[in-house]
């Protein structure tokens, strides 16, 4: 049927005139006027905005804390540091992530050890996971890998059984549930990302939320150089003006400016999450019949925020392979992308000395995986024109 339409990659016309990109943010008046408003107070950084950002992220999630930071890498290096991460450690982690979880691990000297998926809902494997904990395991750093929660709870008794602290990377899933809890609520510490792809955004930004004191302190002090004016903690004699420094921090500080865009953007976040999963129930419904694409699984104790809506290719029903298909779709200007490259893949990891084949699972899927274009500033003719694209070229393709 559609077959006699011309893909754009041999000159036919592309469903879309202008590119979709696969991800965006949706910053709108509100959002410029908080800004603004901080642009002509006192503050630009270690002001009122922070703490009133961090209040209203630990409340949406339910902790007693969260600490702000530059970037949601900055925040899981210091998630890292506070779990007290060191060299000789070992850290389990995910090979299906961005590069930047696995090296929060490595800015602590230690040593990422990647535990392969489950091949249906592509999150860490729990069962994996304990074949690989030994003497030197020191933690855990699940993946809510498109939004889609980890197991929770079997991740949870495994650390608790063994002594291990679990750092949760929810860079995709603010907003998300498992067993009714909110992710951010249940791992010992969880990072999110407010980069401008992510569920709200600061333009660059992360925060970590925890209920333990310990690490709320810890993550205060890595944040800003290691310095403490705290006069319970000083050694010395307190001068107005004295202050030590007790740990090698970083200047890894959020400013004003982009706490109060964050706290503008969380008021929508109700909003861009039933938009997210409006979309992806659109999809999902639309491409139930293409039997060559197999679609995202979520399990019924969880609610997924969304980030991502990842297809899986059948190339067994397919007549050429992934990067044909992808590159025929970025022609009809369609912005797919690839979530992810698994970590130990890059040259860097390779260099270290990790080899391929480590993650049968990861490592099958990433050949077969496409990330469509979902973000909540989408309107239903750009959704229309992803689904018309799919079918297009994937009907094409179809043996
Ligand atoms: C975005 C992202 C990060 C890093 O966040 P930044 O704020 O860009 O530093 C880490 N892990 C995952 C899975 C991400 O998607």
Same mark, same amino acid.
């Given at each position: 049927?559609?077959?006699?339409? *011309?893909?754009?990659?041999?000159?036919?016309?592309?469903?879309?005139?202008?590119?979709?990109?696969?991800?965006?943010?949706?910053?709108?008046?509100?959002?410029?006027?908080?800004?603004?408003?901080?642009?002509?107070?006192?503050?630009?950084?270690?002001?009122?905005?922070? +703490?009133?950002? =961090?209040?209203?992220?630990?409340?949406?999630?339910?902790?007693?804390?969260?600490?702000?930071?530059?970037?949601?890498?900055?925040?899981? #290096?210091?998630? %890292?540091?506070?779990?007290?991460?060191?060299?000789?450690?070992?850290?389990?982690?995910?090979?299906?992530?961005?590069?930047?979880?696995?090296?929060?691990?490595?800015? %602590?000297?230690?040593?990422?050890?990647?535990?392969?998926?489950?091949?249906?809902?592509?999150?860490?494997?729990?069962?994996?996971? +304990?074949?690989?904990?030994?003497? *030197?395991?020191?933690?855990?750093?699940?993946?809510?890998? +498109?939004?889609?929660?980890?197991?929770?709870?079997?991740?949870?008794?495994?650390?608790?059984?063994?002594?291990?602290?679990?750092?949760?990377?929810?860079?995709?899933?603010?907003?998300?549930?498992?067993?009714?809890? /909110?992710?951010?609520?249940?791992?010992?510490?969880?990072?999110?990302?407010?980069?401008?792809? /992510?569920?709200?955004?600061?333009? =660059?930004?992360?925060?970590?939320?925890?209920?333990?004191?310990?690490?709320?302190?810890?993550?205060?002090?890595?944040?800003?150089?290691?310095?403490?004016?705290?006069?319970?903690?000083?050694?010395?004699?307190?001068?107005?003006?004295?202050?030590?420094?007790?740990?090698?921090?970083?200047?890894?500080?959020?400013?004003?400016?982009?706490?109060?865009?964050?706290?503008?953007?969380?008021?929508?976040?109700?909003? $861009?999450?039933? /938009?997210?999963?409006?979309?992806?129930?659109?999809?999902? =419904?639309?491409?139930?019949?293409?039997?060559?694409?197999?679609?995202? *699984?979520?399990?019924?104790?969880?609610?997924?925020?969304?980030?991502?809506?990842?297809?899986?290719?059948?190339?067994?029903?397919?007549?050429?392979?992934?990067?044909?298909?992808?590159?025929?779709? @970025?022609?009809?200007?369609?912005?797919?992308?690839?979530? $992810?490259?698994?970590?130990?893949?890059?040259?860097?990891?390779? /260099?270290?000395?990790?080899?391929?084949?480590? %993650?049968? #699972?990861? =490592?099958?899927?990433?050949?077969?995986?496409?990330?469509?274009?979902?973000?909540?500033?989408?309107?239903?003719?750009?959704?229309?024109?992803? @689904?018309?694209?799919?079918?297009?070229?994937?009907?094409?393709?179809?043996?």
């Amino acid at each position: 049927m559609a077959k006699s339409e *011309k893909l754009a990659i041999y000159g036919g016309k592309p469903v879309r005139d202008m590119y979709l990109p696969y991800g965006s943010q949706w910053v709108d008046e509100s959002d410029i006027q908080a800004v603004i408003h901080v642009l002509k107070g006192d503050w630009l950084t270690t002001g009122p905005h922070i +703490t009133a950002f =961090e209040r209203e992220i630990a409340d949406y999630v339910g902790t007693n804390y969260a600490v702000a930071f530059s970037n949601g890498t900055a925040a899981l #290096h210091a998630a %890292c540091f506070a779990a007290g991460i060191t060299s000789g450690d070992e850290v389990l982690t995910t090979p299906m992530t961005f590069a930047a979880t696995a090296n929060s691990i490595l800015y %602590c000297g230690a040593k990422p050890v990647f535990v392969d998926i489950d091949p249906e809902s592509y999150l860490i494997s729990p069962e994996q996971l +304990t074949t690989k904990i030994n003497h *030197k395991t020191k933690a855990i750093i699940p993946v809510d890998y +498109t939004g889609n929660p980890v197991d929770y709870q079997e991740i949870m008794r495994i650390a608790k059984e063994n002594g291990l602290v679990v750092i949760a990377d929810a860079a995709h899933a603010l907003g998300a549930t498992y067993h009714g809890d /909110k992710v951010g609520s249940i791992a010992d510490m969880t990072m999110f990302s407010f980069h401008p792809v /992510k569920h709200i955004t600061t333009g =660059e930004g992360g925060i970590i939320t925890t209920n333990d004191k310990f690490y709320y302190k810890k993550l205060i002090l890595f944040r800003s150089h290691g310095i403490t004016r705290d006069q319970h903690l000083l050694t010395s004699h307190n001068e107005p003006w004295y202050y030590e420094m007790h740990e090698l921090g970083y200047n890894y500080r959020m400013t004003d400016i982009q706490a109060a865009l964050g706290i503008s953007q969380l008021a929508k976040l109700e909003d $861009y999450l039933l /938009k997210r999963k409006a979309i992806a129930t659109t999809y999902t =419904e639309a491409f139930q019949t293409l039997d060559p694409i197999i679609l995202p *699984k979520i399990h019924d104790d969880r609610e997924s925020s969304w980030h991502l809506y990842v297809i899986r290719l059948d190339l067994s029903k397919l007549r050429d392979n992934r990067p044909a298909i992808f590159k025929a779709l @970025i022609e009809e200007n369609i912005g797919v992308n690839v979530h $992810y490259i698994p970590v130990y893949f890059h040259p860097y990891y390779q /260099k270290l000395g990790y080899q391929k084949g480590l %993650c049968p #699972h990861a =490592e099958a899927i990433y050949k077969t995986i496409i990330t469509l274009p979902l973000f909540p500033k989408m309107n239903p003719s750009d959704v229309e024109d992803v @689904i018309s694209a799919v079918k297009k070229v994937i009907s094409y393709y179809e043996v």
